[in-house]
Structure formats: C-alpha cells, structure tokens
C-alpha cells in the first residue's frame, strides 16, 4: 500500500528533480566555481517562470519562450554582478536586494500573483500530465535530452579560455588579477550564465506545474544548494570530471525531491518542509568544517573541495 | 625599462592608522638590470611592487613600464607587462586547478580570453619541458590539482608562469620567505637561471641580505617609504652585510630594525 503510492510518486519526483537540477547547476556555478553565495536565485527562479508563462500566453513558441526566460534571468544576474563589482556592495547583499526587487517585476510581469498556462491551449515543452507516458513527449525525457546538451555546451563552455579564466576567478581571484584576467567582468559573466540557468529551470517548471506563480522561487537557493552538497557528498569519490561532477549535481537534486516525497508519504506536514530542508542543509554545510576542525592531519584533502 | 617618478602612497589618510609608505620614490631600471630590494618592516618594499602591478592607486607620481605610462591602468590590464611571484605560495597559483590549466591561463597572460579551447597539445608539450627543466618532479603530473603541491613546488610554479610570457618587468615580492632554507636555495637559483636566459628586469624584494648581496647586478635599500642606498656594478660585488648594516645606520640614523635579517 506504501509502497505503490511512494513509487506511483516516484515518476513526478524525478521529473522535479531533473528540472530543479538545472537550477541547481546554476547554484553549482556560483557556489563552487565563483565561490559566491548568490541570493538572486529566489528571485530568478520565479522571473524565468513569469516570462515563459506570459509569452506563450501571448502565443510565443514555447521553446523561443524559454530562450527568452534564460536571458532576462541573465539581465537578472548582471544586476547581482554590477551591484557587487561596480558598486561595491558584498555579493551575499547584493543578490538579496536584486532578489527583493524581482518580487515587484515578477508580479509586474505577471499583473498578478498566480498565472496559468494550461497544456490544453498550448504546446508546452514539458507537462506533468504525461509524466507517466511511454511517449516521446514524456518530460522525463525531454529533460533528459535536455540536460545532456546543457551539461555538454557547459563542459565546453568552463573549458575554453574564458571558462578558464571564470574558473580562476573563482579559484584565486589573486592569481587571476596577475595573469591580466578582469576578475570582475568574469564576475558578472558568471553570475549571469547562473541566473539564465535558473531562469530557464523555472520556465520549465512553470509549464510543468502549468502555472507560474510569485512565490515559486521561495527558498531556491536552499534546495540548489542541497542538490549541489548530496551530489559532492556521494559522488566526491567518483566524478572527477567536470561534466559527471555537474551530472551529480542533478542527481542529487533528483534523490532530494525522493526524500521529500518519502518523508510528505511518511506523515510529514508540509507545512513542516522548508524547515526540514533547511536542517538538512545546514548540517550538511556543517560537515567539511567540523570534519577539519575535529580530524585535522587525519586525512589531508589539499584544496580539493572545490569544482 | 621601468620607471618610478616620484612615487607616493599613504594608506588610511586622515584615520589613527595612517600610514605613509611610499614617499616620493624615484627609480629606473635599465633593460636586463637584476635588482635586489632590502629593508626593515614597512620600509616600503612590497608596497613599491604593489604599486608597479597596479594593485592600488597611487596618491601622486608616475609609473612607466617601458615607455609606457600605466599610472591609471587597471592590475589586469598591465599584468601584460609583469610576471609575478609573492611571498604566500598559495598567493600565485590556483589550487582547484590542474598545472597544466594554471600554465595555460598563464600562457594566455595578456591575450583576451576567447571561446577557444584552453590548452592545446603543443601547448602541453612546452609546459612538460619546461616543468623537466625545473627538476621537481612536476613533468609528469601536468594534471594534478596545484593544491596536492608543497610550498616550493607551488612557488617553482609561480615562477614558471610569471615567465611563461616573457614579461618587461619580473616582480618577486620575497618569494622565497616562506619556504624552508634548502627549498628556498632551490627556488632561488631557479629564478637567477630564468632571469639569465630570458635576460628579464627584475625586482626582488628579500629579507635575507646575504641573498640580495649574491644575487643580482645592482642592490637597493629603503628606509620608511623611500630608497637610500642605490649600489651596483664592482661595488655590489664588493659588498658584505657588514658594511650594509653600517651604511643603513649611517644614512638612516638608526639600527636595522629586522631580526630576521640579522639572523639570516
């Protein structure tokens, strides 16, 4: 009986994941490449899916929609960057203000709080309606498909000079400035391919839900962050490469939307969720610190933490 | 190929801790001049290197790399000219990176950043030899993270990427203070034979005097933000700590105030 209900779940949850894995990797870039906490995403997540639903209401392709909901999150982004590098003002700060402003242009782009786009009226790219379909418009695969050219145009993307150079930004924002790298534009490049990701992760999850709504961002940044620290934790060992190491990020998005749903059949309020979520994060954060506080000289990692 | 006009920079003005450290330096260094920097703590030293890499603003003066005048340009923007190595061998290198990857970004020191690929084979093949030449070890583990490296190792490899791109003007800011003596000889006569073959400008900055009385064409000395002792040619060869000592006490009016200098 449990376990029939928890695996007719399973399907959604993993669709869930996979779309919230691509946020993810946008968390992945800032966190771990640019090592910025970036705070926008609350806020970007909800743009993205706020563009996308609007245009093909409009009678956009939803497909064009998506690409337009990528760069108004990268607009969103650049904002983040400038604030920080232009104006000085701590990235954790900046991405907060950026993040509270978005609340009033999201709404402003929606002219209210809550806006359906039904699959009926519109061909949208992914619907949890057929999450259960053996078709070729099941959204499991299309974001499989998905995702495998994101991560592909990504790997190539972080090795190319200029992905490079991010990296080193990110690194050693020291070493980059002495090898004549503009840390600050790469930055704003960063923070923006970051929020184009996340912007296009809630377009996707809009037409999924087939609503796009103010608070769909709400504590995004958290469950990125959660999917990036299960992929490290359990993937540490064997994706080395970059491109398994971004596949692992997505993998943990996916095994967090499974526990989720495991604990909501297990008699969890929901109401109780974002605590929970929040609990797990923090513990998680909390590991790699107490383990070199507490097992210093035990086992030496050198730098290897990060990307 | 380098020059200092009158140079000035005070930190923190109008607070209780400000702080003048550059007071009207005046330096020029000839095209292949090896020149050793000493003085006490604070003089100045690692700030005048700082102020060539463009890592502040300077308050007034010039600075000219050859013939150029970089006084407003960006550190990024003249990173094209200098090759750098700083005392925190974490300081120069990235640590999640590959060698091979911090080589390649250093080989590109100048260049934009394009969408092209970051290493190339032949580029792989270059860094291998000149890794061999190095004698550490580092030819065969191109694609080892720099974190996993020892101090001298990370600076070996900082060395080696300042000059990867031949620069104007080599800038080592007491590259060597952190390493144990043995590795630091090392690290040493691996800089005096890049300087040599490539026949670089060169700034080093040291605390040891017998180093910066072995090493090198010309010697200077600061004292509180400016130079007072210019020695080079016959007569730095001639030079023994001795006589440094007495020279600093006689123009500065005090003792040479560094015990790790004395100790060295």
């Known amino acids: ?307 | 190929m380098l020059k200092l006009e009158n140079i000035c920079k005070t930190f923190h003005p109008g607070t209780v801790n400000e702080k003048t450290a550059l007071n009207g330096v005046n330096l020029t260094l000839e095209p292949g001049d090896f020149v050793t920097v000493i003085g006490g703590n604070g003089a100045g030293k690692s700030t005048m290197l700082n102020a060539i890499a463009g890592t502040f603003k300077v308050d007034a003066g010039r600075v000219l790399i050859d013939g150029v005048d970089v006084t407003g340009m960006s550190e990024h923007r003249r990173a094209r000219f200098l090759g750098r190595v700083f005392q925190d061998p974490m300081m120069g290198t990235a640590p999640t990176m590959q060698i091979e990857e911090n080589l390649a970004l250093a080989y590109r020191r100048g260049q934009h950043r394009t969408l092209k690929w970051g290493i190339t084979k032949a580029e792989r093949e270059v860094f291998r030899e000149q890794l061999r030449a190095f004698d550490l070890g580092l030819e065969d583990r191109l694609t080892s993270r720099v974190g996993l490296l020892s101090g001298g190792q990370r600076q070996a490899l900082t060395l080696l990427m300042a000059t990867l791109q031949k620069p104007k003007v080599l800038l080592l800011d007491e590259h060597t203070a952190a390493l144990d003596p043995k590795t630091a000889a090392k690290v040493l006569e691996l800089s005096d034979a890049i300087i040599a073959e490539h026949k670089l400008t060169t700034l080093m900055v040291t605390h040891n005097m017998k180093d910066a009385i072995a090493h090198g064409n010309r010697l200077i000395m600061m004292n509180n933000g400016q130079i007072i002792l210019d020695i080079r040619g016959e007569e730095k060869k001639a030079l023994t700590v001795e006589m440094l000592l007495e020279q600093f006490a006689r123009i500065s009016g005090s003792e040479f105030a560094s015990d790790k200098a004395l100790l060295a």
Not at chain 1, 157 to 163: A, K, M, S, V
């Open chain 1, 1 to 307: 009986m449990f376990f029939t209900s928890f695996l007719n779940a399973v399907p959604g949850a993993v669709a869930q994941g996979l779309i919230w894995g691509i946020m993810a990797i946008g968390v992945y870039i800032t966190f771990r490449i640019l090592d910025i906490a970036d705070l926008t995403v609350d806020g970007s997540f909800a743009t993205g899916g706020a563009t996308a639903v609007m245009l093909i209401r409009a009678g956009v392709t939803p497909w064009l929609a998506l690409l337009c909901a990528f760069l108004v999150g990268m607009l969103a982004g650049m904002i983040t960057g400038l604030l920080h590098t232009r104006l000085g003002i701590p990235a954790i700060l900046a991405g907060i203000l950026t993040q509270l402003g978005l609340y009033s242009v999201n709404l402003r782009i929606m002219t209210k709080a809550n806006q359906p786009v039904s699959v009926d009226k519109y061909s949208l790219v992914v619907s949890a309606r057929y999450v259960r379909d053996v078709t070729i418009g099941n959204p499991l695969f299309v974001i499989a498909v998905f995702l495998i050219v994101l991560i592909g145009a990504l790997y190539w993307f972080f090795g190319t000079e200029r992905g490079a150079s991010l990296r080193a930004t990110g690194a050693n924002a020291h070493m980059a400035a002495a090898q004549g790298i503009n840390t600050r534009f790469d930055t704003v490049l960063g923070l923006m391919l970051s929020n184009g990701l996340v912007a296009l992760s809630g377009a996707l999850w809009a037409q999924y839900q087939g609503a796009a709504d103010v608070n769909m961002g709400r504590g995004a940044i958290v469950i990125g962050l959660a999917a990036v620290i299960i992929g490290e934790v359990l993937f540490d060992k064997l994706f080395r490469n970059f491109a398994l190491k971004l596949t692992g990020v997505v993998i943990g998005a996916v095994i967090y939307y499974l526990v989720l749903q495991l604990v909501l059949q297990l008699g969890l309020n929901t109401d109780d969720l974002k605590l929970l979520s929040a609990v797990i994060v923090a513990i998680f954060l909390a590991v790699p610190y107490l383990k070199s506080r507490y097992f210093a000289g035990v086992k030496k990692k050198g730098g290897a933490v990060h990307a």
